[in-house]
């Protein structure tokens, strides 16, 4: 039977949480078939200056264990000073800032309280070419948060033009229409959001392994987004936010958010965009939007995805984590034709 592939060259994950210690060993090869990630800075406590950014960034090498993989390591957002922001901007590996409002999802704690205290750092960032990126929800109703949140998007684009802003994991048809409005706006999304509705995560019994910030949304935003992705819009890019939690903390009261998929990301777009005729148009969701609207050059790779079925475990587990991925137990139509390397 004629079999149907898909080569990528260094595809990119826009949005990934890697952890650290025990969790980062587990999960960072795991997260390895892209060629490189803009990694999150939501540690305990969050990645905010140079030095702790550098130095998570060796952890990460290590971890990789020698896979060549592309680290674009953020700030989390905090009134920066401009010889902070310009120390940060000295390292390779620095990419942008991350901002998150206070107490919005996971680690977030620390996060902006006051949006207005943003000014002074986001013109220096301006000025100086740093990516901002924004997890940008309210506190109001769960199915309303990123809605609530969109008239703050189109202010900073209006105040900041230059400032590139990334509207990340977008969830709902408004802010695609909102992505239209300024140049200056592009965002990510995941394969969840791409994939599932809020029925997948509560109409039924509970999905702990779905649950995640922000809330997958319902049937017309999935199927826009999804309409969007395939259509190869140029600045909406892939970003899984992949954001691994251990089992435990998962399957309890007071669930985790977070959904667990890098390991199976890549083969389960490619069965996605092959199924709706747009095999063509992946390359550029996962990677070359991105190297478009930031000027990256990722370490070349190059991932030879195949209509043969790959297994997903129940967990994966190493150095005491145990972590359920999205899809757990499942068969995917799509995987990853291995390399002569391994
Ligand atoms: C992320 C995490 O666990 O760090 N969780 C999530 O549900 N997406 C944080 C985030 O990106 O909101
Ligand atoms: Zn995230």
């Known amino acids: 039977m004629p079999r149907m592939e898909i080569t990528l060259d260094s595809p990119l994950d826009m949005h990934l949480h890697l952890r650290d210690g025990d969790m980062l060993r587990l999960v960072a090869p795991l997260s390895a078939d892209f060629a490189g990630a803009v990694i999150m800075p939501n540690l305990v406590p969050p990645v905010t200056g140079a030095a702790a950014l550098q130095a998570y960034s060796e952890r990460i090498d290590t971890a990789m264990g020698g896979i060549p993989f592309t680290r674009l390591m953020t700030l989390f957002?905090?009134?920066?000073?401009?010889?902070?922001?310009?120390?940060?901007?000295?390292?390779?590996?620095?990419?942008?800032?991350k901002l998150y409002p206070a107490g919005i999802t996971t680690n977030s704690e620390g996060g902006l309280a006051d949006m207005a205290a943003a000014a002074p750092t986001l013109h220096l960032m301006e000025d100086m070419g740093i990516p901002l990126l924004v997890h940008g929800e309210s506190h109001g109703f769960v199915m309303d948060r990123e809605a609530e949140f969109l008239p703050i998007y189109r202010r900073l684009a209006q105040r900041f033009p230059k400032l590139r802003i990334c509207m990340e994991h977008i969830t709902t048809t408004a802010a695609l229409h909102l992505?239209?409005?300024?140049?200056?706006?592009?965002?990510?999304?995941?394969?969840?959001?791409?994939?599932?509705?809020?029925?997948?995560?509560?109409?039924?019994?509970?999905?702990?392994?779905?649950?995640?910030?922000?809330?997958?949304?319902?049937?017309?935003?999935?199927?826009?987004?999804?309409?969007?992705?395939?259509?190869?819009?140029?600045?909406?890019?892939?970003?899984?936010?992949?954001?691994?939690?251990?089992?435990?903390?998962?399957?309890?009261?007071?669930?985790?958010?977070?959904?667990?998929?890098?390991?199976?990301?890549?083969?389960?777009?490619?069965?996605?965009?092959?199924?709706?005729?747009?095999?063509?148009?992946?390359?550029?969701?996962?990677?070359?939007?991105a190297c478009r609207l930031y000027h990256l050059h990722p370490v070349p790779r190059r991932i030879t995805l195949r209509d043969t079925p790959m297994r997903i475990p129940a967990a994966y587990r190493s150095y005491g984590q145990r972590v359920v991925p999205m899809h757990a137990g499942e068969t995917l139509s799509w995987s990853i034709v291995p390399t002569a390397a391994g």
């Open 77 to 97: 957002f905090k009134s920066y000073s401009a010889a902070e922001l310009e120390s940060a901007r000295a390292l390779p590996e620095f990419f942008g800032i």
């Open 179 to 289: 992505l239209e409005e300024h140049e200056n706006l592009c965002a990510t999304v995941t394969l969840q959001h791409l994939l599932i509705t809020l029925d997948d995560v509560v109409g039924g019994s509970m999905q702990p392994h779905l649950f995640c910030k922000p809330i997958a949304k319902r049937e017309e935003d999935r199927a826009a987004l999804l309409r969007a992705a395939l259509s190869g819009h140029p600045r909406l890019m892939f970003g899984s936010d992949s954001a691994p939690h251990p089992q435990h903390k998962k399957e309890c009261c007071g669930c985790a958010a977070g959904v667990f998929t890098a390991p199976l990301a890549l083969p389960r777009l490619a069965a996605l965009f092959a199924e709706h005729g747009a095999a063509d148009k992946l390359q550029d969701f996962v990677s070359g939007n």
